[in-house]
């Protein structure tokens, strides 16, 4: 079987992947199937499994049980040749910062055994599609946190490998440079690049992902689209900000009669999911009549955060 033809059968399985160390399970039954030219995304808390998931697949660590392929090879078996047909950025940036960002490309390129010539045109490429051309030769130490973040990007796509791992990329950019980064990412995958993308920003999975794998403590507790994830735990939901913290329990009796669901509260914010046909007149007269001062109120559709809330609440409803 040719590599094209393995590419084009999957970007990323596994099978009952897991990591035992000592006592510990840092990954259980792990399951996934990216099709090639998709976008995974891997979400949880810190500590639920992601990063551990991401070194097996990307042969930096033996899984316990299980067995995986990427690209088509066998992660153990084949370690040698999935390193080379797959990208990695970790979430620390690994850029040289004695060196110019040219350099810095031009050297991953000769490390891949890529002629000079070509690592050459490949690093003025890959500067211009990530917008560090004006900045090629300076050294990358006097560059900001997001261009130090789009360069180590560069490096990962050096050898244009199918498969990328991306291990939380945007924590701590600005969100001018994440957007940037999320256009560049879009642009890989219509190329054809598959993406598995590890992140704890929800609006980024909501956004990038075409399916979703949440972990908590190991396991996988809920996966699909973003659309049917937030579908699985209802409609709309009510927000409702009031005064002051001794309005919270009253807001959330008032709010019970058109809760579909158990309320939530950040601070001052009371959120319920609600019935169908509710009137938003009907909550805020409902608020008034138990006294509540109501500082703001609104109605949106369910969201990332509101899945994670509820796995939080009950992390078996949304697995079943």
């Given at each position: 079987?040719?590599?094209?033809?393995?590419?084009q059968r999957?970007?990323?399985?596994?099978e009952g992947?897991?990591k035992?160390?000592?006592?510990l399970?840092?990954?259980?039954d792990l399951?996934?199937?990216?099709p090639?030219?998709?976008?995974?995304g891997?979400?949880?808390h810190?500590?639920a499994?992601?990063?551990t998931?991401?070194?097996?697949l990307?042969t930096?660590?033996?899984?316990?049980?299980?067995?995986?392929e990427?690209a088509?090879l066998?992660?153990?078996?084949?370690?040698?040749?999935?390193?080379a047909?797959i990208?990695?950025?970790?979430?620390?940036?690994t850029v040289?910062?004695l060196?110019?960002?040219r350099r810095?490309l031009?050297?991953?390129?000769?490390?891949?055994?890529l002629p000079r010539?070509e690592?050459r045109?490949?690093?003025?490429?890959l500067?211009?599609?990530?917008?560090l051309?004006?900045?090629?030769?300076r050294l990358?130490?006097?560059?900001?946190g997001?261009m130090?973040r789009r360069?180590?990007?560069a490096?990962?796509?050096?050898?244009?490998p199918p498969v990328l791992?991306?291990?939380?990329?945007t924590?701590?950019?600005?969100?001018?440079?994440?957007?940037e980064?999320?256009?560049?990412l879009?642009d890989?995958v219509?190329?054809g690049?598959?993406?598995?993308?590890?992140?704890q920003?929800l609006e980024?999975?909501?956004r990038l992902a075409?399916?979703i794998?949440?972990?908590d403590h190991g396991?996988?507790?809920?996966?699909?689209s973003?659309d049917e994830?937030?579908?699985r735990?209802?409609g709309?939901?009510?927000d409702?900000?009031?005064?002051g913290?001794d309005?919270?329990p009253a807001?959330?009796?008032?709010?019970?009669?058109?809760?579909d669901?158990?309320p939530?509260?950040?601070g001052?914010?009371?959120?319920?999911?609600v019935?169908?046909g509710?009137?938003?007149?009907?909550v805020?007269r409902?608020?008034d009549?138990?006294?509540?001062?109501?500082k703001?109120?609104?109605?949106?559709?369910?969201?990332l955060d509101d899945v994670?809330l509820?796995l939080?609440?009950?992390?078996?409803e949304?697995a079943?």
């Amino acid at each position: 079987m040719t590599y094209e033809t393995d590419i084009q059968r999957t970007g990323i399985l596994a099978e009952g992947l897991g990591k035992r160390f000592g006592d510990l399970w840092a990954l259980r039954d792990l399951d996934l199937e990216v099709p090639a030219g998709t976008v995974l995304g891997l979400l949880g808390h810190n500590g639920a499994g992601k990063t551990t998931a991401v070194r097996i697949l990307t042969t930096l660590g033996l899984p316990t049980t299980g067995r995986a392929e990427v690209a088509g090879l066998d992660v153990v078996a084949d370690a040698a040749e999935v390193r080379a047909r797959i990208g990695l950025a970790a979430q620390a940036a690994t850029v040289d910062g004695l060196l110019t960002a040219r350099r810095n490309l031009e050297l991953v390129g000769r490390l891949y055994h890529l002629p000079r010539a070509e690592a050459r045109r490949r690093a003025d490429e890959l500067l211009e599609r990530l917008s560090l051309s004006g900045d090629a030769d300076r050294l990358v130490k006097t560059f900001s946190g997001g261009m130090r973040r789009r360069l180590d990007l560069a490096a990962t796509l050096v050898a244009a490998p199918p498969v990328l791992f991306l291990d939380e990329p945007t924590t701590g950019l600005d969100p001018h440079s994440r957007n940037e980064l999320w256009d560049v990412l879009r642009d890989l995958v219509r190329e054809g690049t598959t993406l598995l993308l590890t992140t704890q920003y929800l609006e980024e999975a909501d956004r990038l992902a075409d399916d979703i794998v949440v972990l908590d403590h190991g396991r996988v507790v809920a996966s699909g689209s973003p659309d049917e994830l937030k579908s699985r735990i209802g409609g709309d939901r009510v927000d409702v900000t009031v005064a002051g913290e001794d309005d919270v329990p009253a807001a959330e009796y008032a709010l019970a009669p058109f809760a579909d669901g158990g309320p939530s509260s950040d601070g001052l914010t009371v959120t319920v999911p609600v019935a169908m046909g509710t009137s938003l007149l009907d909550v805020a007269r409902a608020l008034d009549a138990a006294g509540v001062a109501a500082k703001d109120l609104h109605r949106r559709q369910a969201t990332l955060d509101d899945v994670f809330l509820s796995l939080t609440a009950n992390p078996l409803e949304l697995a079943a």
